[in-house]
């Protein structure tokens, strides 16, 4: 199973292109993997015959395990003797098909629950979480492994013949106070998995504060609608481009991080990195879950640059064929729930970022005027999240306002 990113710690096949007993040549495909981020197929490395799949369409594996065995030229009679796994070219002697080569994958053991059983038994790291996640006590498992051990398959096993969570677990004690009532159980996919453990882990060690701003986009939608209306044709006869508010958005983002340099930046444990250029995450839905791609050097783009990008990035994460470096890194997000009719909100700071601005969406509002008359306004509530390790209150303020300012002065985002 291939590294597919750094916070990538396993993947689900989903699909096998070749059979045991096919001819494999470098480059074929062997195989379709998807993360909780996105699909992709994996190619062969080496040349030789498929002699063994070890992980099955439908099943999840961590980074690192051999999922098939290709044997060299002359050996598939002793697949073994010859194995490679066709994604990890070096690795040492592959584990024996009786054993499952989950167990055998050297990770950092987390902690998923105790791993000595009350029969004295072991349980790996993997069979802990899977157990974990589905309120299964590892002690009331049988183990299959070496010596007893309990391993992942073995923890699938007991859920496939119909196991409950145990007693005193939150999903059963959840699951009891609907005992007579009639609900349907959504298994979780790894991005909602991953999607759950990441905000958990972003609102309990992230202090979070928010600033909110009105700001009057009258400029903004006067200059969009113009620039859209002189959009030139192309060879179908429509319009080479259109222009969106999130567009709009994502550039004067950008030029408030580069007029506000020190807030630029993301939070490395025992250090802040500051960076150059704005690279900008913008959170996109999709099936089951959200990703957030990356536009990069943002600053230093045209809009219509920006909004080619940002159309290609939302339609590739939705069919979840996004490249790893697509959606990792950047210094900030935004996310924009205004096209659905929310007025404001505070999103959650999504690690390593240190802030993410959250956009609502657009009101007429009664404003009054420099003369002291009243007249009515095109108004959007904006709420900056921001991590106060690495962005105090006095400096949140300037961000916002540096970003305000490009909003109701547009042209000024683009020089």
Same mark, same amino acid.
């Given at each position: ?40 197929? $994996?190619? +062969?490395?080496? =040349? %030789?015959?498929? @002699?063994?799949?070890?992980?099955? *369409?439908? &099943?999840?594996? /961590? !980074?690192?395990? $051999?999922? +098939?065995?290709? =044997? %060299?030229?002359? @050996?598939?009679?002793?697949?073994? *003797?010859? &194995?490679?796994? /066709? !994604?990890?070219?070096?690795? +040492? ?323």
């Amino acid at each position: 199973m291939p590294q597919l990113g750094e916070t990538v710690a396993e993947g689900k096949v989903t699909k096998w292109f070749k059979s045991v007993g096919d001819k494999i040549a470098p480059g074929d495909n062997l195989f379709e993997i998807e993360t909780d981020k996105t699909s992709m197929e $994996v190619p +062969a490395t080496s =040349a %030789g015959t498929l @002699a063994e799949i070890r992980v099955t *369409a439908g &099943a999840v594996a /961590p !980074v690192g395990a $051999v999922v +098939a065995v290709i =044997a %060299g030229s002359g @050996a598939a009679s002793a697949p073994q *003797a010859a &194995a490679k796994s /066709p !994604v990890m070219p070096t690795a +040492a002697k592959a584990p024996p098909a009786t054993l499952d080569p989950w167990h055998e994958v050297r990770t950092p053991e987390r902690n998923y629950g105790p791993a000595k059983l009350a029969s004295g038994a072991t349980s790996t790291p993997l069979a802990r979480r899977l157990a974990g996640e589905r309120g299964i006590d590892p002690a009331s498992v049988s183990g299959s492994g070496p010596h007893g051990r309990v391993v992942a398959r073995d923890v699938q096993a007991a859920m496939a013949g119909g196991a409950r969570p145990v007693a005193g677990s939150s999903a059963a004690q959840i699951m009891a106070l609907y005992a007579g009532t009639p609900y349907q159980e959504v298994p979780l996919d790894n991005m909602r998995r991953t999607i759950a453990r990441r905000l958990i882990e972003a609102k309990q060690t992230i202090p979070h504060f928010y600033l909110t701003a009105d700001a009057d986009i009258g400029r903004l939608t006067a200059m969009s609608a113009e620039a859209n209306a002189a959009a030139p044709e192309d060879a179908d006869g429509n319009p080479a481009f259109k222009l969106s508010l999130n567009d709009f958005l994502i550039k004067a983002w950008a030029a408030a991080l580069q007029r506000v340099p020190a807030a630029n930046a993301v939070w490395a444990e025992d250090r802040i990195l500051r960076f150059k250029h704005s690279d900008i995450g913008v959170a996109v839905a999709v099936e089951g879950g959200l990703l957030t791609p990356v536009i990069r050097q943002v600053e230093a783009k045209s809009l219509t640059a920006i909004s080619a990008e940002m159309r290609d990035l939302v339609e590739r994460a939705r069919a979840r064929k996004l490249k790893p470096n697509e959606y990792q890194g950047g210094a900030s997000a935004i996310s924009n729930l205004g096209m659905y009719g929310v007025r404001e909100f505070a999103a959650i700071i999504n690690p390593p970022h240190a802030t993410i601005l959250a956009a609502g969406g657009v009101r007429r509002q009664v404003v009054e005027k420099d003369d002291g008359g009243v007249a009515f306004a095109s108004m959007m509530t904006v709420t900056l999240s921001c991590d106060h390790r690495v962005v105090d209150g006095v400096l949140g303020a300037e961000l916002l306002a540096a970003f305000k300012d490009f909003i109701e002065k547009p042209v000024t985002a683009l020089v």
